[in-house]
């Protein structure tokens, strides 16, 4: 795993980029969205996962990364798709975007399988994986009381950052898991991890690194 001081994150020759989430039309979001795009790959396309929100948030969401110079993109819908179509049309993806919205557990539950399957193919081969809001904290060690995906080792991702709620919620998932760190993220803000262990902030570029008791 590529590690820069206390981030470690899965291997891959793509970027991993955690946002706080943010009004797709705003200039912080425009700024993250233009520099995710600088690291994609030409020629392959967008895939758009929405299970944590409802789909008329990700096509406006959608509609504002085409118009930023996106490659072509779609909307998945991996809950119903069959297991063959999932893993080939997020494996050939060049940027895969897993959306922000109120159930991150929903969103957590669904990419299990073939979902996961085939955004470790893409992510392993070179595409970027975009979380955002509750997209980025499935991303982590842990989501509320269940493991997350530990795509970012040991870290507990708290997006809107600048909340109270957000706040409490962290500290008090922190209180239940010592071993682990919190990575608070603010609304308009991203950190943005590289295959080559680069870590840049970007937007609002408000980060907050919260270290459990225990963690090493």
Do not use: C
Not at 2 to 19: C, E, K
């Amino acid at each position: 795993m590529p590690q820069a001081n206390v981030f470690r994150w899965r291997d891959g020759a793509g970027w991993l980029i955690l946002s706080g989430g943010d009004d797709p039309n705003s200039a912080d979001s425009t700024e993250i969205e233009a520099e995710t795009l600088a690291r994609l790959a030409p020629g392959d396309p967008l895939a758009y996962i929405w299970a944590a929100g409802n789909v008329e948030d990700a096509d406006e969401r959608l509609t504002a990364l085409e118009e930023l110079g996106a490659p072509t993109g779609f909307l998945v819908d991996i809950m119903t798709e069959d297991d063959e179509t999932l893993r080939r049309q997020l494996s050939e993806a060049a940027l895969i975007v897993l959306g922000d919205g109120p159930d991150g557990a929903q969103l957590r539950s669904s990419l299990l399988g073939a979902a996961l399957d085939g955004i470790s193919a893409a992510y392993e081969r070179g595409a970027v994986i975009l979380g955002v809001g509750s997209g980025s904290a499935v991303l982590g060690g842990f989501l509320g009381e269940k493991d997350g995906l530990k795509w970012v080792e040991r870290a507990i991702i708290q997006p809107h950052y600048e909340l109270e709620a957000s706040a409490a919620a962290l500290r008090a998932q922190l209180a239940n898991h010592p071993e682990a760190y919190g990575l608070g993220i603010g609304t308009g803000s991203a950190l943005a991890l590289g295959p080559q262990g680069e870590v840049a902030a970007w937007g609002k570029k408000q980060i907050t690194v919260a270290l459990g008791s225990k963690i090493a």
